[in-house]
């Protein structure tokens, strides 16, 4: 189960969402172009922007409209041993719980995850039954995309002293305190942990800030795409 506060013209109303409708919601959202985020507590932000006419004069205003859905158990970290039995239940079609010294466990056809183990991902909800099977919670499957993508920009490195090649030569500034013939370098590397966006480098922090947050969004649209839309059932 989600919370999902909704932002509207008329303010805020705030609601709940069960996992189909929130996977709905995302399909949805994606579908129509929306700006739509994955959070590491396993939730989503979606956003976007309406062209409203101003009331008196007819101008088009932009406003933005948002809906959040908050988890109401949060993923919170992931260890490397969690992310590997959700890895393993994930990864397998076959998951189901069966009984082990009188105590459930998680088993695939090849594998199966302790009893104290299985009862931490329950509790974390982690995990739900679904008919027959046991597969990744929606809120999960958001956290480990989310906590997948780590995005950080790196300190640009301020003045710098022009190379032999660089078009502009010797002009930078004439600043006192020794930056004489020295360029402001404001430029910032966006890093993401997934190693994707290497070699992404902004002309301004900001910039690289934006870099980062459009590879988080394009990453969260295509996991919708590709998991969430259409809605899907399990097949047998
Ligand atoms: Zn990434």
Known sequence: M???????????????????????????AVRRGYTVEATPAG??????????FGATDGAVVLATRSISLEPFTPVGALSGPTRDDLALIGGDR???Y??????????????????????????????????????????????????THRTRTTEPEGFRRPSAGDPYGSAGLNRPGGRAGMLRD????????????NG?????RDEARRLTREHRRAMTAQFVTEHLAPPTRATA
Do not use: N, Y
């Open 2 to 28: 989600f919370k999902q506060t909704q932002q509207h013209a008329g303010g805020v109303t705030e609601g709940t969402a069960s996992e189909p409708a929130a996977r709905m919601l995302l399909a949805t």
């Open 43 to 52: 939730g989503a932000l979606i956003t976007w922007t309406r062209h409203l």
């Open 94 to 96: 076959h998951a189901h």
């Open 98 to 147: 069966a009984e082990e010294d009188g105590r459930r466990v998680i088993a695939g056809p090849m594998w199966r995850i302790p009893a104290f183990a299985t009862a931490r991902l329950r509790a974390r909800t982690l995990v739900v039954e679904d008919g027959d099977r046991v597969r990744l919670s929606l809120t999960a499957r958001l956290g480990l995309l989310a906590q």
């Open 186 to 197: 404001g430029s910032s590397w966006a890093v993401c942990s997934c190693g994707q966006l």
């Open 200 to 204: 992404a480098l902004g002309g301004t």
